[in-house]
C-alpha cells in the first residue's frame, strides 16, 4: 500500500513538473511572438509624440540622436529635431511625482528660443473629469494655454502661485503638477534652475 502511494506521488509530481514546463514554455512563446510588436507600437506611439509637439518638419531622427539627463530621481529625455542641419527644437519626455495621484508624464516641444510650442499628456492618472483635463486643458486656444510661453529662468506658475497660467477648474494641484514638469523640462534643457510651478499643497483638488 505504502509502495502504491509513493508511486502516485511520483506520478502527481511528475504530471505537475510537466505541466508547469509546458506552461512556461507557452508563456514564453507568447512572450516571444509578441515582444516585437508592443515594442513597435510603443516606439511608433512615441514617434507619433515627439512629431505631434515640434514646431514644423525635420529631416533627421530625433530618436537615433536622444540624449539623457537624471533630474530629481527621474530620467528627462531629449529629443533633437533638425532641419537642413539646423535646429528647429527639441522635444522633452518629463515628469512630476506630484499630481493627485502621483506620477504624470508628458512630451513637451521647444522652440530653438526656449518658448513652448506644443505638448502631449503620456501618462495620466490624475482624476477624471478634473486633473484628467490636462490632456487639453493647456493647449492652444484653451482656458490655460502656454503655448509660446517661455519658462526661463523663473518658470511657469499658476495665477494662484502668482504666475500667470490658469490652472485647471478645481485642479490646483494636477495644474501645479503639469507646471513642475514643464519647469523641469525647461530648466534641464537650458541648464538653469527653474522655480518648480508645483510646490507641495495638502489642498484638495
Request: charged share 20%; aromatic share 8%.
Amino acid at each position: 500500500m505504502a509502495k502504491k502511494l509513493e508511486s502516485n506521488f511520483i506520478n502527481m509530481v511528475a504530471v505537475l513538473f510537466s505541466i508547469s514546463l509546458i506552461s512556461s514554455a507557452g508563456v514564453g512563446y507568447v512572450y516571444t511572438l509578441t515582444k516585437g510588436p508592443i515594442e513597435k507600437a510603443a516606439e511608433e506611439k512615441q514617434q507619433a509624440a515627439i512629431s505631434n509637439v515640434l514646431p514644423g518638419e525635420f529631416d533627421n531622427n530625433p530618436a537615433a540622436e536622444k540624449w539623457t539627463k537624471d533630474i530629481d530621481g527621474g530620467i528627462l529625455e531629449f529629443y533633437p529635431a533638425k532641419r537642413n542641419g539646423e535646429s528647429i527644437g527639441t522635444a522633452v519626455k518629463t515628469f512630476s511625482n506630484n499630481g493627485f495621484n502621483g506620477y504624470i508624464e508628458i512630451m513637451v516641444g521647444f522652440n530653438p528660443d526656449g518658448s513652448i510650442n506644443d505638448y502631449s499628456a503620456l501618462v495620466n492618472k490624475e482624476t477624471p473629469g478634473l486633473g484628467s483635463k490636462m490632456n487639453f486643458w493647456f493647449r492652444e486656444n484653451n482656458p490655460g494655454s502656454v503655448k509660446g510661453k517661455n519658462p526661463g529662468t523663473t518658470g511657469l506658475k499658476v495665477s494662484k502661485d502668482g504666475g500667470d497660467v490658469d490652472a485647471i477648474t478645481a485642479a490646483t494641484i494636477s495644474s501645479r503638477a503639469f507646471l513642475d514638469a514643464l519647469n523641469r523640462a525647461a530648466s534641464a534643457l537650458n541648464g538653469t534652475d527653474a522655480t518648480s510651478g508645483a510646490t507641495q499643497q495638502n489642498n484638495k483638488q
